[in-house]
Nanobody, 123 residues
Framework: QVQLVESGGGLVQAGASLKLSCADS????????MGWFRHTPGKEREFVAA????????YYADSVKGRFTISRDNAKNTVYLQMNALKPEDTAAYYC????????????????WGQGTMVTVSS
């Protein structure tokens, strides 16, 4: 099972960029498709992006398509989320997870979440 720690969040102005990282101390990350989700208080956790284990395919929520890029470096047991052209509505806590595709959409494969990293975008 993965042991994930997210980092890279911060406070930025609209239009800026941030790059989030998700490191797996359990060194099993390469086995799984990985994804990013985000959560804002009062709302359900939202799928953001996913990448297959071998980086052959990526998937994005419509709200971030064209602005965010998910990538991974299995040798470093790390997954990244490059976020460009940030908007105030991107403000949320961001979480990574090993993921699987269900009929209802992408989901956390192990139903366990890390501490997340907070992204705040000011207008």
């Amino acid at each position: 099972q993965v042991q994930l720690v997210e980092s890279g969040g911060g406070l930025v102005q609209a239009g800026a960029s941030l790059k989030l990282s998700c490191a797996d101390s359990g060194r099993t990350l390469s086995r799984y498709a990985m994804g990013w989700f985000r959560h804002t208080p009062g709302k359900e956790r939202e799928f953001v992006a996913a990448i297959t284990s071998g980086s052959t395919s990526t998937y994005y929520a419509d709200s971030v398509k064209g602005r965010f890029t998910i990538s991974r470096d299995n040798a470093k047991n790390t997954v990244y989320l490059q976020m460009n052209a940030l908007k105030p509505e991107d403000t949320a806590a961001y979480y990574c997870a090993a993921v699987l595709k269900r009929s209802t959409g992408w989901d956390n494969a192990f139903d366990a979440w890390g501490q997340g990293t907070m992204v705040t975008v000011s207008s």
